[in-house]
């Protein structure tokens, strides 16, 4: 069999997913010919772990050198898990090289960049793939086939909270998504997963969006207005960051020593600022209203210093209502095992048909991150896909309907006004 050759662009604690997958489950199919970064520490460290399962070392390329690693290394396709921010660039280039496309989520982070994508796919018709594992969690699967199964009818709204913990919340204010330039914010990077979500639930697109939000927990503005006397930079070296039920020890994990704090003199990434620092510039409490194209619409809220962690979904159909709780467990980005990032730590799913008794639906059993979506979303890209009535891929143009709802929220927050989704991009 011959192997797909896979070369990849930023390695962070998120490629860890990749990578790690392709040497230790998917050697048969698939291998990593070429790592491409900013930083040299953090290639060598994905370097020794491929070592470790078993796998050669592969050449390294430093970010101005991409078209080379491209030109020497030959790769079938590129995964990008580098800066939001960078996406567009790489994908755009690797399509322009002759190369297919894996992106982390978020696809990019503004209509300007995801028009360039989209344009680019057009005129190369390579390939670009999201990966959206939430979709192949088991219970968002099963929401998906109720819906299709019409066991509510149409759906005519969604109110859908999102709640992150202030472990899994917190950690978005101390790395670089804590700035809007990087990230789009969390309407973006992490709702992107969300507002995925509702689109394949409903197999529609989003057509009108308005949002507000603010930063009313996290910055030192807010805390100064709790009272909070003591401040710092950073968490390392800090003593006045030890008393902070915030602080992040990076020594303390070696997973997060050898990626970051072993990192640091080579780009001057801190990766445990203060969540209170007067740097950030993303909300932490957001709410939207979006109007699908088949006429649903939905309600939705992100808040990122909760004492729990997961989602309840709420959907109003011709034939009743649905009611989903899904609890997880929290994680921090490079600071555990892979498997336990969005694990699920209950799960409920309730329909309430409009003219009969409610019941609970059975949902398939799944280990892994992400509900158990994580190992099938790995098969169905580096193994041997079996054929998904689903259709849970995800192409370029979900990864811009995904991104775009999120975009036109920021827009909405900064104007006051409702965003037509039609008046951003062209596709």
């Known amino acids: 069999m011959t192997k797909k050759r896979y ?12 990578y790690l997958a392709v040497a230790k489950d998917y050697s048969e199919t698939s291998e990593i010919v070429g790592f491409c970064d900013v930083n040299q520490t953090r290639m060598n460290y994905a370097n020794d772990r491929l070592v470790e399962l078993g796998a050669k070392a592969v050449p390294t390329y430093k970010h101005y050198e991409f078209d080379k690693m491209i030109e020497e290394t030959k790769p079938d396709c590129v995964i990008v898990t580098s800066v939001d921010r960078t996406h567009d660039e790489y994908i755009i280039r690797a399509m322009e090289l002759g190369c297919d496309v894996i992106t982390e989520k978020p696809m990019t982070i503004d209509e300007r960049r995801a028009q360039a994508i989209l344009d680019t796919q057009k005129r190369t018709g390579r390939d670009v793939r999201v990966s959206f594992n939430y979709r192949y969690a088991p219970h968002n699967t099963k929401i998906r086939e109720l819906i299709m199964n019409d066991t509510i009818g149409q759906v005519f709204s969604v109110h859908f909270e999102w709640f992150l913990n202030t472990d899994h919340g917190a950690d978005y204010y101390r790395r670089w998504h804590r700035n809007k330039e990087n990230s789009g914010g969390l309407l973006v990077h992490k709702s992107t997963h969300h507002f995925d979500l509702v689109n394949f639930w409903l197999g529609t697109q989003p057509d009108t969006v308005f949002a507000m939000g603010d930063l009313n927990f996290y910055g030192r503005t807010n805390a100064e207005r709790r009272g909070v006397k003591e401040f710092y930079y950073r968490c390392h070296g800090s003593e006045i960051a030890k008393k902070d039920p915030f602080y992040l020890d990076m020594e303390a994990s070696p997973m997060q020593k050898a990626l970051y704090l072993d990192a640091e003199h080579e780009d001057g990434y801190f990766r445990d600022k203060s969540v209170f620092s007067e740097e950030i510039s993303i909300e932490d409490t957001m709410g939207v209203m979006v109007h699908y194209k088949n006429n649903a619409i939905m309600t939705y809220s992100l808040n990122s210093y909760l004492p729990l962690e997961g989602f309840r979904v709420a959907f109003n159909g011709s034939k009743g209502r649905m009611e989903v709780e899904i609890f997880e467990n929290a994680y921090t980005n490079g600071g555990g095992k892979l498997e336990n990032e969005g ?39 580096f193994g041997v896909p079996v054929e998904d009535k689903f259709h849970r891929a995800a192409n370029h143009v979900d990864g811009a309907m995904s991104i775009l709802t999120g975009v036109a929220a920021n827009k909405s927050i900064a104007s006051g006004l409702p965003v037509k989704i039609d008046s951003l991009v062209r596709f």
Not at 7 to 18: D, E, L, M
Not at 347 to 359: E, H, S, W
Not at 364 to 380: F, M, T, V, W
Request: charged residues 20%; without cysteine.
């Open 7 to 18: 070369a990849q662009v930023g390695t962070g604690g998120r490629a860890r997913f990749f």
């Open 343 to 381: 694990s699920v730590k209950s799960r409920k799913i309730t329909v309430y048909p409009m003219f009969g008794p409610a019941y609970n639906v059975d949902i398939p059993k799944a280990e892994g991150g992400h509900g158990g979506g994580d190992p099938i979303l790995l098969n169905d890209i």
